[in-house]
């Protein structure tokens, strides 16, 4: 297995994703390896993205794609015959990524206010295209209101606050007040992480996809509120 390179890292905004070239170095019955890669792959509560890839020879559907040491694209629908040194045009199903990203900012948006006003820690998430939940563990859960919540979300997307990704060194992230995030529960051996700021609202390491103005984001409703257990709630989320 080589390596791929992972070209939506250096991407942001990430709606709209360009569709991209490559060269193919692994095939099998259900999957194709790259070179390098822009679509998403599974990690951090986001969807892999989806979309179409297409060979001199063959063309196929990108249902999944994951990362282990390379990343593999999970393929279905294959009519011709990809081969190992093809070269390959990718497309991303724009739809499907525009609308994980607007969640997935979302997330970060209800993150740092439930982190701000009730100290509520982020400890799960899964972002969804219709729905996406997160998980968040209060000191005390009984102060927190889901109207509230939503206010806050909804007056921080009309506020329209500007969503930055730069590469900052871990050493900076631990001094900086507006990291919600427990830094020492992060993996160690990363020096430098690619990095999500929201306004002067916060700063969060984050491989995803986002958008490029928090103005971007529909208006958030939750829908639901879940107990999970001592101190802890399931938030769930859709957009209007
Ligand atoms: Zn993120």
């Known amino acids: 297995m080589m390596m791929t390179k992972l070209l939506h890292l250096e991407q942001h905004p990430g709606v709209n994703p360009n569709s991209f070239k490559s060269t193919i170095t692994s095939?099998?019955?259900?999957?194709?390896?790259?070179q390098s890669?822009?679509?998403y792959p599974q990690g951090g509560g986001q969807?892999?993205?989806k979309g179409v890839m297409v060979g001199t020879d063959f063309e196929c559907k990108v249902v999944d794609v994951r990362k282990r040491d390379s990343v593999l694209h999970y393929i279905t629908d294959m009519s011709g015959t990809p081969n190992v040194g093809d070269q390959v045009e990718c497309t991303i199903d724009t739809l499907w990524r525009n609308q994980l990203s607007a969640m997935h900012t979302a997330q970060h948006l209800f993150s740092a206010l439930a982190n701000e006003e009730w100290g509520a820690q982020t400890v799960g998430n899964q972002i969804g295209f219709d729905r996406t939940r997160i998980d968040l563990q209060f000191e005390n859960r009984d102060a927190f209101e889901a109207d509230y919540m939503s206010d806050m979300v909804n007056l921080a997307i009309e506020d329209n606050m500007s969503v930055?990704?730069?590469f900052r060194p871990s050493q900076e992230l631990i001094k900086d007040p507006l990291v919600r995030i427990n830094m020492d529960r992060m993996p160690p051996n990363i020096d430098v992480w690619r990095t999500i700021s929201i306004g002067d609202l916060d700063v969060c390491p984050c491989a995803g996809t986002h958008v490029l103005q928090t103005g971007d984001i529909p208006p958030v409703e939750i829908t639901r509120v879940k107990s999970k257990g001592a101190g802890r709630l399931r938030i769930e989320y859709i957009l209007n």
């Open 27 to 34: 095939v099998s019955d259900d999957r194709i390896e790259l």
């Open 47 to 49: 969807p892999a993205d």
């Open 37 to 39: 890669t822009g679509y």
């Open 164 to 166: 930055k990704m730069d």
